[in-house]
């Protein structure tokens, strides 16, 4: 694609990283099949390809962002498939977040949108404060029956609809608190390893069995595990809602903590069960790349990130117990690993090594409409996309639906009566662990 910035707009370091992708991309389209938003919406500038040309206008002109490029903008999902698909190896994960960004700082929304993504960016990256207005939310469920339905079918998201979605979401129970930060947790048997876990921000929150089971598997397999004391949410809630200032501070601070801890004790890696988190945390290098005294370290940190299942593939696992029977599991592939991070065989492969039946879930590479805060902001788009998703994992007849992303197993688990579970609380039930619980 043709581009025409002027030397002045190229000399900054973000224009000419979004010259070099546009340069990339030859028009062909063939992102627009995989495109999730395309697919339901059939509008070329809900496609990977019209979105692309908005972004290249917007930059190139030095204009505020028209409403056009905003709506369509936060209608992409930044699910990547479009990467996944995209021959000519276009970069749309980085222009979409530069043009994030600039519309954060230069377009300005009406007030109810501004207060709601203000709220948003504030509670949900602090457990003590999502837990609060979790706790709160229970009591707030049963006016959800007053409220419009999430998928309404309103062209534009109004506030009631988006409060109905977060009502949906809230869940009816809150768990007893995981693990602490700061804990160390001693490998059993001779220590082959240390590693740091993710203590994430809202996963906590909802579901701490899941941290606790990767605790128990790595344990259990020779492999000592810090909870990092100053670790803080890693930015990518802010990240995708284009405040980059919050964003780029959080992985500062990490880089900081985690930096530390490596020279301090020495860490072999940096375990992720939340693959939106670990999309964002192996991009910190790049993040971070022109930031003086934390590029080198960010890079680091980076290399160091990796996904619990992509870890837990390079060990050798302990022999299988067969307490678990011949269960058929849905993979459900979060779009943040398999698009995001290209994990896709491993997750399945350890499944099924450690005896589950594992079923590929028809159209896979299609979001489930998760995807960070999206389902609270754009829920009748993202309603749509959960009610395909749970049609095509029903197709499959699954005992339970086994996923790698807090986000996607609850946004799944609104929908149905299915189990929805981390991979990692399956693989700790298959070597010696508790089973599961239910919805
Ligand atoms: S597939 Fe890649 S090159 Fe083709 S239009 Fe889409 S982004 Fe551009
Ligand atoms: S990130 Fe997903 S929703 Fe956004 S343009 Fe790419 S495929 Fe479409």
């Known amino acids: 694609m043709k581009t025409e910035f002027s030397i002045a707009q190229l000399a900054d370091a973000d224009i000419a990283e979004a010259d070099k992708i546009l340069r990339a991309c030859v028009h062909c389209g063939f992102c627009t099949a995989t495109c999730p938003t395309y697919v339901l919406l059939g509008d070329e500038l809900d496609s990977p390809r019209g979105r692309i040309y908005l972004i290249k206008e917007m930059l190139e002109k030095q204009k505020p962002p028209t409403e056009a490029v905003v709506k369509h903008v936060d209608r992409c999902l930044s699910c990547l498939a479009c990467m996944t698909t995209c021959p000519s190896g276009v970069h749309y994960m980085h222009l979409v977040d530069q043009a994030r960004v600039k519309i954060e700082r230069d377009f300005r929304r009406p ?61 009816r129970e809150l768990p007893e608190p995981g693990p602490a930060a700061g804990g160390v947790f001693a490998a059993l048997g001779r220590r082959r390893a240390r590693v740091a876990l993710l203590q994430g921000c809202a996963q906590q929150v909802l579901a701490p069995r899941i941290n606790q089971a990767a605790i128990n598997v790595l344990t259990r397999h020779g492999i000592e595990v810090v909870l990092v004391k100053d670790e803080q949410c890693c930015g990518a809630l802010t990240h995708h809602l284009g405040r980059d200032d919050d964003a780029l501070a959080r992985a500062r601070a990490n880089v900081a903590a985690w930096s530390a801890e490596a020279s301090r004790q020495g ?98 590479h299609l979001c489930c ?71």
């Open 111 to 171: 007030l109810k949108e501004r207060l709601l993504r203000a709220v948003l960016a504030r509670v949900l990256p602090e457990p003590k404060l999502f837990g609060a207005a979790m706790r709160l939310a229970r009591f707030a469920r049963p006016l959800a029956a007053l409220l419009p339905a999430p998928n309404s079918g309103k062209a534009k998201p109004t506030l009631l609809q988006r409060l109905s979605a977060m009502l949906a979401l809230a869940p």
């Open 267 to 364: 860490l072999d890696a940096i375990l992720v069960t939340t693959s939106g988190c670990g999309t964002v945390i192996k991009d910190y290098g790049y993040m971070l790349r022109e930031d003086g005294d934390f590029a080198g370290p960010a890079a680091e940190v980076s290399a160091l990130a990796k996904d619990i299942t992509e870890y837990l593939s390079g060990i050798k696992m302990k022999p299988v117990q067969s307490a678990h029977g011949d269960i058929v599991v849905a993979y459900h592939a979060a779009c943040s690993l398999q698009h995001g991070q290209k994990v896709t065989a491993i997750p399945k492969d350890l499944l099924s090594k450690n005896g589950f039946v594992v079923k590929d879930v028809p159209e896979s």
């Open 369 to 439: 409409g998760s995807a960070g805060t999206y389902n609270l902001l754009q829920p009748d788009i993202a309603t749509k996309l959960r009610d395909r998703k749970i049609a095509n994992i029903a197709s499959v007849k699954p005992d339970m639906i086994a996923a790698g992303n807090i986000g996607c197993m609850m946004q799944i688990a609104g929908g149905t009566s299915v189990p929805v579970v981390h991979t990692i609380e399956l693989l700790d039930w298959a070597t010696g662990g508790p089973r599961p619980p239910s919805n």
